[in-house]
């Protein structure tokens, strides 16, 4: 009966937005990620924006890195499908998530610029393996907790299991990019795992190994360990896209489906072990060495302003700029220590929405906040605290900023390392604490807590913002 209930509310609310963006006529693609939907749409001018934001179930509509982002809260997947209920019942065919089309794919690259381009595509691929990754980093927490209080031994089956299942996503990462990479760029997925396996090849892995040098046709291929990159792969894929279409333009068509696959593997994967793997490589070491270099700097300042700014950044979409020096970070050095300093980000929400819950006396904004500041703090999901009750009367975001920033600094000075992208909850505190500056960490979170309940409980809100509101 819930069941039943729950789809006939989203379906109601899925129509008004269906019909807010204008219609399958105006959408060119559909995705949803933690919590929000993430439209592509024709003419972002043609969307009824302001009426979107007023909807009961939208905490926000955002546009942000050539997406319209309608913002619903954890609940999203529900309402992404009652979407697609709603596309599917005007007869149009309504693709799934991890559909690719092709046709639209270029035309919007082509529209957007710069930034907005940048951001598009890097949230493109990697939005969807982010659960795998979040799965696979908090395994691999807890395989380092449990062997660094003795409750497991490294030299175990048990371990050795468990530690493939938590690193094998790690180190086959350019294969799992290879398919994303391949859906944005508009690139035949199988030739583009072709490519991402030839990077990871047993073979020339053990060479690379045993320092071995080889050549291909006289010339020199640097061998370089691929396992965990992601530029390398990324980068191949995108050239391989412009060599597919350049192929299939000149290729008669009673031959291209054989010749285009073959001529592609033939030509990409020399040019990926040769010139495009240690460019992109050099290139990737390169912005390690200058971001550890400029945060060992200055760690304290460093950690302060990337713990004030990812909160804003998340706000606008705009933290997947950062996620590509965090991934290079980890396959460069095998750590990271960007993500550590934002650590206070979920307490902080969270703790900024529980004042808000104990404090006011509305019924609808007691609900709502109590239920947000546990999704921030439990959860791991900030979007609703910051969206329906932080970012809404403004103090409580900016000291929630404040107290994030703190804690920040904390990190900075211990610099603090994630072996693995991790998500960070109450749940996962104990995995955390015990990682190296593992402690700093955990009192970053409790600063960042304490600070933005007690400074929104005394001074960040009173019922007399709802009249404002």
């Not at 595509?121 to 660094?148: H, N, Q, R, W, Y």
């Not at 990077?199 to 965990?228: C, D, E, M, R, T």
Request: proline share 4%; glycine share 10%; charged share 15%.
């Amino acid at each position: 009966m819930a069941d039943k209930q729950n789809v006939r509310d989203y379906s109601t609310l899925a129509k008004t937005i269906y019909d807010g963006v204008g219609g399958e006529e105006n959408i060119q693609s559909l995705t949803h990620c933690m919590t929000r939907l993430r439209f592509v749409l024709r003419d972002e001018s043609v969307a009824e924006t302001e009426k979107l934001k007023k909807t009961e179930g939208v905490l926000n509509v955002l546009q942000s890195g050539g997406q319209y982002q309608v913002i619903v809260g954890t609940h999203v997947e529900h309402v992404f499908n009652a979407v697609e209920n709603v596309r599917g019942s005007k007869g149009q065919a309504a693709p799934s998530q991890n559909e690719n089309n092709e046709k639209s794919e270029q035309p919007e690259q082509n529209e957007k610029k710069g930034l907005s381009l940048l951001l598009d595509t890097i949230s493109s691929i990697f939005l969807p393996i982010m659960a795998g990754m979040m799965g696979a980093g908090i395994l691999k927490g807890i395989l380092v907790m449990c062997t660094t209080l003795g409750w497991m031994s490294t030299e175990s089956g048990t371990y050795a299991v468990l530690y493939a299942a938590a690193d094998a996503f790690f180190y086959f990462l350019p294969v799992i990019l290879a398919v994303t990479s391949a859906k944005k760029f508009g690139a035949n997925q199988s030739v583009a795992l072709a490519i991402a396996g030839a990077f990871l090849y047993p073979n020339l892995v053990a060479l690379q190994a045993a320092g071995s040098s080889i050549s291909f046709i006289g010339i020199p291929v640097k061998l370089i360990n691929y396992g965990s990159s992601v530029i390398p792969v990324i980068a191949a894929v995108y050239i391989l896209s412009k060599l597919e279409k350049f192929l299939n333009k000149i290729m008669p068509q009673l031959i291209k489906g054989i010749f285009v696959p073959v001529l592609c593997i033939a030509i990409m994967v020399p040019a990926s072990l040769i010139a495009i793997g240690p460019v992109t490589s050099l290139l990737g070491d390169s912005v390690a060495a200058g971001y550890t270099a400029l945060y060992e700097f200055m760690p304290a300042v460093a950690g302060l302003i990337l713990a004030v700014l990812w909160p804003i950044l998340v706000i606008f979409g705009a933290h997947w700029g950062l996620v590509p020096i965090v991934m290079n970070n980890f396959a460069v050095y095998g750590y990271d220590t960007l993500l550590p300093v934002t650590i206070g980000t979920n307490f902080a929400m969270g703790g900024a929405a529980l004042a808000v819950f104990l404090k006011t006396k509305n019924r609808t904004l007691k609900e709502f906040a109590g239920s947000s500041s546990f999704s921030a703090i439990v959860g791991g999901v900030t979007e609703p605290a910051i969206y329906g009750v932080n970012l809404k009367y403004k103090k409580p975001f900016y000291i929630a900023c404040a107290s994030i920033g703190l804690g920040g600094i904390i990190v900075g000075l211990a610099s603090a390392q994630y072996p693995a992208m991790f998500t960070v909850s109450a749940l996962t505190l104990p995995a955390i604490a015990v990682l190296k500056g593992g402690i700093s960490m955990l009192i970053a979170a409790i600063v960042g807590f304490v600070g933005a309940f007690v400074g929104t409980y005394l001074f960040g809100y009173n019922d007399r913002m709802l009249d404002e509101n």
